[in-house]
């Protein structure tokens, strides 16, 4: 069974500039979430999505965004980058959700300059 | 308020020595799921465990074991007869499953575990 992809694996972006993550979750998973990891903050819960809907939010400004597709593929948006935002941005998949076991793909190292 | 908190910022042991990981965690759920990740240097986050709140049975898997005490809110992983390959960070993790939104997990900080040939 395939793991958790997420696309691009690399990403450098300009202050003030968007950029769109994506990640395909394992087969049969309907749970996707969304975790930002960084030195300061460790890892923080950003967003979980189930079948294409957001069912929690972490406590992030409203520049992060994400959506689910009805292949359960999802992405997520940040607008108007800082540079704080640069970090690991790690998505995992879940049959159900927080419970349950979460398999992480290998994220998102984004850098903004 | 900190709902994981491992105390040991890194460890590091010479090859074969074992190695305990320390995990306090905080909730008010009487339902609760616990977890254990492993990330290598890699990046990935590896997931090694995951205990409900009623069963505090200890498990061991290989050379890995687990000690859930509910008395003093404890999750430890010990490493039996390290190896250079168990280098890296290892989270705990707390999801609390009656909160009827909460499907998150909530991570301590991780411990750096260096074995050293």
């Known amino acids: 069974k395939a793991g958790v992809t997420q696309t691009p694996r690399y990403l450098i972006k300009t202050r003030g500039q968007q950029v769109t993550l994506s990640c395909s979750p394992i087969s049969g998973h309907r749970s996707v979430s969304w975790y930002q990891q960084t030195p300061g903050q460790g890892l923080q819960f950003l967003f979980e999505y189930f079948s294409e809907t957001q069912r929690n939010k972490g406590n992030f400004p409203g520049r992060f965004s994400g959506r689910q597709f009805s292949n359960s593929r999802s992405e997520m948006n940040v607008s108007t980058l800082e540079l704080g935002d640069s970090a690991l941005y790690l998505c995992?998949?879940?049959?159900?959700?927080?419970?349950?076991?979460?398999?992480f793909g290998p994220g998102t190292r984004l850098t903004v300059t | 308020a900190q709902k994981v908190t491992q105390a040991q910022t890194e460890i590091s042991v010479v090859e074969k020595e074992d190695v305990t990981l320390d995990c306090v965690y905080e909730?008010?759920?009487?339902?609760?799921?616990l977890f254990w990740y492993k990330q290598p240097p890699s990046g990935e986050l590896v997931f090694l465990i995951r205990?409900?709140?009623?069963?505090?049975q200890n498990e061991i898997s290989g050379r890995y074991s687990w000690n859930f005490q509910k008395s003093t809110s404890s999750f430890n992983f010990t490493i039996t007869a390290s190896q250079v390959v168990d280098s890296a960070v290892y989270f705990c993790?707390?999801?609390?499953?009656?909160?009827?939104?909460?499907?998150?997990?909530?991570f301590g900080a991780g411990t750096t575990v260096t074995v050293r040939a």
């Open positions: 993790a707390l999801s609390e499953a009656q909160r009827s939104n909460d499907y998150k997990l909530s």
């Open positions: 995992a998949s879940s049959l159900g959700g927080g419970t349950y076991e979460q398999y």
């Open positions: 205990r409900n709140s009623f069963d505090e």
């Open positions: 909730t008010r759920d009487t339902t609760y799921y």
